[in-house]
């Protein structure tokens, strides 16, 4: 029996040797892996030298001093290997801390850009094409003067539709680049955002709390979580059917809070996250800031999110 178990051992190994022999090469001849395979082709040497003098082969009998030098040889190639391994897997950690670093590179150059172009669209819109209607608001206005009373109608008309798109061209200007969020900071940008939102509005009440006075912060952490408010809402408003919103910018010690709730129908969020609806692109924008984010939602109980980052 012990001959059988000997020789199933012997199998084994010779098997696992010859296939590390043969990937080698495909390692591009690594030094942990050779060294494993050495020590596994002088194991299975060790157990030939115990079998063939169990079969009767006394001349093949190995000096007992060797045997357990080749054991020793052995465990040295097993623990140099090991030692090697440790340094693989330090250069893998290695390699996915730069992959994290260049993805949070790449991810803050696309917001960097995102926000630049959004700054150059709305300086077009309000330097380029509103002194154009303002022109021609003027002109107008001149030749309503002559207008006959057939015309003052028309001319009327077409006044109160030049002041509906200077109206709607500075709303997409400050949508684009919010001049309250420049000049004033986040709590006055945020206020100024909820309070352009009808009262009346689908009938849904919004609550603002901040402790924030004057203070300003980080231009990228003031603009990411204006976006993010301005998303939380606007989402609220679309597809929760709420009745109740509540945002809070509460400064601490060393970071800035946002608490934002709704008492909306809720949802699956790591199923909303997979399918879009902005979720995913507020997970990205607070990551891009190393801070900490958590949505707490199911359907029919409304949603809880709370952000933090670190000033």
């Not at 001093?65 to 950690?93: E, H």
């Not at 109206?167 to 309070?195: C, D, Q, W, Y």
Request: hydrophobic share 45%; net charge positive; aromatic share 10%.
């Amino acid at each position: 029996m012990l001959k059988i178990l000997l020789g199933i051992s012997i199998v084994l190994q010779l098997f696992a040797a010859l296939v590390a022999i043969s990937l080698i090469r495909r390692t591009k001849y690594n030094v942990a892996w050779m060294f494993f395979t050495v020590a596994l082709t002088i194991l299975c040497f060790i157990r030939l030298g115990q079998l063939f003098p169990m079969l009767g082969g006394e001349e093949w009998r190995l000096p007992p001093d060797f045997m357990a030098w080749l054991g020793i040889v052995a465990s040295l190639c097993f623990a140099v290997g090991v030692f090697y391994i440790r340094k693989i897997f330090n250069y893998i950690d290695r390699l996915e801390q730069q992959r994290i670093l260049t993805e949070q590179r790449i991810l803050n150059t696309v917001l960097h850009t995102e926000e630049k172009e959004r700054q150059r669209l709305s300086k077009e819109l309000h330097d380029g094409l509103g002194p154009l209607l303002s022109s021609a608001k003027m002109s107008l206005s001149a030749l309503a003067k002559d207008a006959t009373a057939e015309n003052e109608e028309l001319f009327s008309n077409t006044m109160g539709v030049i002041d509906e798109a200077v109206s709607s061209l500075r709303e997409i200007s400050n949508n684009l680049s919010p001049h309250t969020l420049l000049h004033f900071g986040l709590a006055k940008a945020v206020r100024s955002f909820l309070n352009k939102i009808p009262k009346s509005a689908q009938g849904i009440d919004i609550e603002y709390k901040t402790n924030l006075t004057t203070q300003r912060f980080d231009q990228d952490m003031e603009v990411i979580l204006y976006r993010v408010v301005c998303e939380l809402v606007n989402n609220s408003m679309r597809h929760s059917g709420c009745t109740k919103i509540k945002v809070s910018l509460i400064k601490t010690t060393d970071q800035l809070l946002l608490y934002y709730y709704d008492n909306g129908k809720g949802f699956d969020v790591e199923r909303r996250v997979n399918k879009g609806m902005g979720i995913s692109n507020i997970y990205s924008r607070i990551n891009s800031l190393k801070g900490y984010i958590d949505f707490e939602s199911s359907e029919g109980m409304g949603v809880n999110v709370t952000i933090k980052v670190k000033i």
